[in-house]
């Protein structure tokens, strides 16, 4: 899952659509692209919109996650779940 307007590539998207496969995803890369071919109405797309990302960072600026997901990101900095290095 990407922010809108940050996906670097999306070639799986398009081979699972091919194949009759739910689409379920941010809309941005390739999910635009298959939006436009197959129509909204056959795709299940959440989050904000590429335009949106701006404000709602600015907005968020001072958002604190609450104590718990700093928890489980500290575990994971600090190589609980496999090699320190790999989550840097």
């Known amino acids: 899952i990407s922010t809108a307007g940050t996906e670097a590539s999306g070639t799986g998207n ?6 009759g496969c739910l689409i379920l995803g941010t809309l941005d890369g ?3 692209e ?17 335009n949106e990302v701006p404000h ?3 907005e968020r600026k001072s958002f604190q996650p609450p104590s718990e ?11 609980f779940f ?7």
């Open 14 to 19: 398009m081979k699972f659509v091919m194949n």
């Open 30 to 32: 390739s999910n635009i």
């Open 34 to 50: 298959i939006q436009e071919e197959i129509g909204q109405e056959n795709m299940f797309t959440f989050g904000v919109a590429t």
């Open 56 to 58: 709602l960072q600015a």
């Open 69 to 79: 997901f700093q928890r489980v990101i500290g575990m994971i900095r600090n190589g």
């Open 82 to 88: 496999g090699s320190q290095d790999y989550f840097k």
